[in-house]
Structure formats: structure tokens, C-alpha cells
């Protein structure tokens, strides 16, 4: 079945530092969504992406959907202790209208002074 | 207005139990996922609702889940036999129709088999 993986696993910034997951897929994606979950909280939708090669900017935040559509990244500049939490990538195939959201497998965000 | 809501937030029960989750999306989405998280990993699909009917249930693990959705509102996913690698937190999510559509999660039901 459809695999979807992040990398890193985990990682641990000083606040100011930029940050980047990369999301990688196996099997070609129709769009790609990105969620954010704090801990002890739910997964926030942060944005969608849906062309090849398409890049978004949402204040500090840069997402990228890849030209192949099968990988895509996220981008923080200049992190904040706001950032902290755990970053997801979801991704949907182009198997008809009735197609699942695949949830990557997630990067831990740990942003100190 | 009001967001995503699941009943209970916590469910203790033991192995071989029957239980049931509810999840209230917000009013006006058509459509309503169940996804299962367990610590560590993202959030893993169960099923998808159309209204009242299951669009897509290939998330479901095996026949002991069962979800249902009788009005096109409020869904109800039962666990039968409930074992102890059902432990997770239970997540609901709705958005508008069309599955484009960002995905509105509520805060989840932390289910414990012991």
C-alpha cells in the first residue's frame, strides 16, 4: 500500500534556527496537505498543495510540492518556541473520488532558547 | 463557532469489551473521517463518510470495527472485543464536501484496553 515518510524523525533547534521536513511518498499524489499538531493536541490543517513544482508561503512557513508530485517539504526561517510540535504531511492519490488521506509518519519540532 | 467535538475524551475498558466512540462534526460538513493515532505516529485512516454512507472503510483493521453515520451527522465507530492493541487515541475529522477540503479534526478519544 500507499507509503508516505518524513524525515527527520525528530529535531531539536535553538530558537532563530531555520527548520526543514522533507515528506516523501511511494506512490504519485494528487495533492499533498500539511498539519500541524501540538502536544497533547489534535492535527491543525496548516495548508494544501495541489501543482507540480507549486511553492507556498505562509508568513515564516515555505511549502514545496515536488515536480514529480511524490515529495514535498516544509520550510520554517527563523524558528520560535511557537513552532514547537509535530509537523505531518498527508497525501491523496489519484485513485477516483473516493481516496484516502495517507498521513506521513511525522517530524518532531523542539525549539528552546 | 462550535468545532469538532468526541465523547468520551478518555475510555478505559477491559480486553474483550464492547465499546463505542461518537464524534459530532461541525454542522454543515458532509463529509467526516475516523483515523486512529497511536504515540509516535501520524494519524492512520479507518473510513470515510459521504453523508450517510461509508465511502471508503479500507482503513478499517478487521470486522470487529464497525462505524456508522444514520443521519449524516454525528457518527458512532463501535470496537468489539476490544483488544489491547486497539489502545490509541480515536481522532474524528470533518470538512466540507469534497475531499480537497481541509479536514477539521476534533481532540480525540484516548481508548485503553486493559
Known amino acids: 500500500g500507499q507509503q508516505v515518510m518524513q524525515i527527520p524523525q525528530y529535531q531539536h533547534v535553538q530558537e532563530g534556527e531555520d527548520f526543514t521536513t522533507y515528506c516523501n511518498s511511494s506512490t504519485t499524489l494528487s495533492n499533498i496537505q500539511w498539519y500541524k499538531q501540538r502536544p497533547g493536541g489534535h492535527p491543525v490543517f496548516l495548508i494544501q498543495?495541489?501543482?507540480?513544482?507549486e511553492v507556498k508561503k505562509q508568513k515564516r512557513l515555505t511549502f514545496q510540492f515536488g515536480e514529480a508530485k511524490k515529495n514535498s517539504s516544509l520550510h520554517i526561517t527563523a524558528t520560535q518556541t511557537t513552532d514547537v510540535g509535530t509537523y505531518f504531511c498527508?497525501?491523496?492519490?489519484?485513485?477516483?473520488?473516493?481516496?484516502?488521506?495517507?498521513f506521513g509518519t511525522g517530524t518532531r519540532l523542539q525549539v528552546t532558547l | 463557532g462550535a468545532g469538532v467535538s468526541q465523547t468520551p475524551s478518555n475510555k478505559v475498558t477491559e480486553k474483550g469489551k464492547y465499546v463505542e466512540l461518537r464524534c459530532d462534526p461541525i454542522?454543515?460538513?458532509?463529509?467526516l473521517y475516523w483515523y486512529r493515532q497511536s504515540l509516535g505516529q501520524g494519524p492512520e485512516f479507518l473510513i470515510y463518510f459521504q453523508g450517510t454512507g461509508a465511502a471508503d472503510d479500507s482503513g478499517l483493521p478487521n470486522d470487529r470495527f464497525f462505524a456508522v453515520r444514520p443521519e449524516g451527522s454525528v457518527s458512532t465507530l463501535k470496537i468489539q472485543r476490544t483488544e489491547r492493541g486497539d489502545s490509541a487515541v480515536y481522532l474524528c475529522?470533518?470538512?466540507?464536501?469534497?475531499?480537497?477540503?481541509?479536514?477539521?479534526f476534533g481532540p480525540g478519544t484516548r481508548l485503553t484496553v486493559l
Open positions: 475529522a470533518s470538512s466540507l464536501i469534497g475531499q480537497d477540503n481541509e479536514q477539521f
Open positions: 454542522s454543515g460538513h458532509t463529509a
Open positions: 498527508a497525501g491523496r492519490r489519484n485513485t477516483g473520488t473516493a481516496s484516502k488521506l495517507t
Open positions: 498543495l495541489v501543482k507540480s513544482g
